[in-house]
């Protein structure tokens, strides 16, 4: 364990043995840091949430309570805190709803679309992150002018919605997940736009071109306080314009609104034995070769199967041919990070036509995760009592062995193989 957040922090840097000054466990410290990374995580999905014009009091005061167990002398109890962590997944599902409640309001009901991938002739702008009240407010500042704007990352998603889709200087998707944007924003040779994670420090090659809203910032880039996104559409006309280059078009946009209208067309397919799975195989990416399991996964998944994709976890499985069953594609495309709430509602839905329990379905979930809003949607899965989910490429740091083998056996919780062990990693590896 390690912690240095009180004064009595063991010489003076921080308790880093087995137990605290305080009296402090390894495995309390453990719950209190997934406590604490949770709620990062769902501040995150509550600050884009309020954005929308979307709070709930109740999750407000549950992060302040959550906060609050975290600090020094308040709460030594692991099943205290297991149920506040629970609570977390719960009050992280009331703000995913709100998100998704805030977008289909504000940007209208998502079709799937098919998205032009590459640039055209001229002035180009590049928009990167999750908030996509940021990219209308910067398609409105480009309104009148040629100036053409990108979708990278996690912004692919907002073709699928009309009014961001039908906009008339909004021209296609250039790139790919978070970890190649040093290479990617260097060969865009207009202005970029990072509205939120995951956003690395950049090289010279791009910095004075780099410009980032609110909470989001790197030093070199120019930050944006308020919602004025002129200056970064003054930047696209001095920079030099865009090559035409059509890399291919690509088909996205099966939103849970989308995909629960087919419900119908769906569970009959199943009952007729044509669908025999459905892999929930997504979340984040990275560049650890480890995560070759995911493609790895998805390339051996029954051709009578569906995956159901989100978060930048795509990039990776989206390269693949998948080929079509139905007349959908085989892989389909939910959208940003944000939209796991779509994806447990399906759950949720094929459930109750099914009169079974969502771990009676076929149903396989395998998170690739890297950051804290991936730790908000594992506790409001494992909250909702689903059982049986693969999280890779690497365990998270802060569980203790006791911790997970507690998440083991209620949740039955796996581990994807990686480099450093085969499934199931034994937990005295995970001791640290
Ligand atoms: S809260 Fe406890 S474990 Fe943390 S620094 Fe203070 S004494 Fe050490
Ligand atoms: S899915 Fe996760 S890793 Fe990917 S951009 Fe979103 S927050 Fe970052």
Redesign the pocket.
């Known amino acids: 364990m390690f912690c240095n957040q009180c004064e009595q922090a063991q010489s003076g840097t921080g308790c880093a043995s087995s137990v605290g000054v305080c009296g402090k466990s390894a495995d309390v410290q453990s719950l209190q840091d997934l406590i604490l990374y949770g709620l990062k995580g769902m501040a995150a999905y509550a600050h884009h949430a309020r954005r929308l014009g979307k709070s709930d009091e109740t999750v407000s005061a549950f992060i302040e309570e959550a906060l609050f167990s975290t600090m020094t002398n308040v709460n030594f109890d692991i099943p205290a805190l297991f149920d506040i962590a629970m609570e977390l997944g719960q009050k992280n599902l009331r703000i995913m709803e709100l998100l998704d409640a805030g977008h289909l309001e504000l940007f209208g009901k998502p079709a799937p679309v098919e998205v032009f991938e590459g640039t055209k002739a001229g002035p180009g702008i590049l928009v990167t992150g999750?908030d996509m009240l940021d990219l209308l407010n910067l398609l409105k500042a480009c309104e009148g002018t040629n100036v053409k704007v990108y979708t990278h990352?996690?912004m692919l998603p907002a073709h699928m919605y009309p009014v961001l889709r039908n906009h008339p200087n909004l021209a296609g998707q250039y790139g790919s997940?978070?970890q190649k944007q040093r290479s990617e924003f260097s060969d865009f040779p207009g202005p970029i736009v990072a509205t939120t994670?995951?956003i690395m420090i950049p090289p010279s090659t791009y910095s004075n071109r780099l410009f980032t809203t609110r909470v989001t910032h790197v030093p070199g880039a120019t930050r944006i306080l308020n919602d004025n996104l002129a200056p970064v559409v003054k930047a696209a006309l001095e920079c030099e314009p865009c090559p035409e280059k059509h890399v291919r078009t690509s088909t996205i946009g099966f939103h849970r609104t989308v995909l629960l209208d087919a419900a119908p067309t769906i569970v009959q397919a199943v009952k007729d034995g044509k669908i025999s799975h459905f892999h929930v195989i997504g979340?984040?990416?990275?560049h650890e070769s480890s995560r070759n399991f995911f493609n790895d996964f998805a390339e051996m998944t029954p051709k009578d199967s569906f995956i159901l994709t989100l978060?930048?976890?795509k990039y990776r499985i989206r390269e693949q041919d998948h080929g079509t069953l139905l007349g959908f594609p085989r892989l389909l495309d939910m959208g940003?990070?944000n939209d796991a709430y779509g994806a447990i509602m399906v759950a949720v839905a094929l459930a109750k036509a099914f009169n079974c329990s969502v771990n009676e379905l076929p149903l396989t979930l395998t998170i690739s995760w890297?950051?804290q809003?991936?730790i908000a949607v594992l506790l409001t899965l494992l909250s909702l009592g689903v059982k049986g989910i693969s999280v890779g490429p690497n365990p998270p740091a802060f569980i203790t062995p006791n911790v997970f083998k507690v998440l083991q056996d209620k949740f039955d919780l796996k581990l994807t193989p990686t480099e450093r062990g085969a499934r199931g990693v034994p937990l005295t590896a995970l001791n640290r």
């Open positions: 999750h990352g996690e997940a978070w994670n995951c979340g984040c990416d990275g978060g930048c976890g940003q990070c890297f950051e809003k991936a």
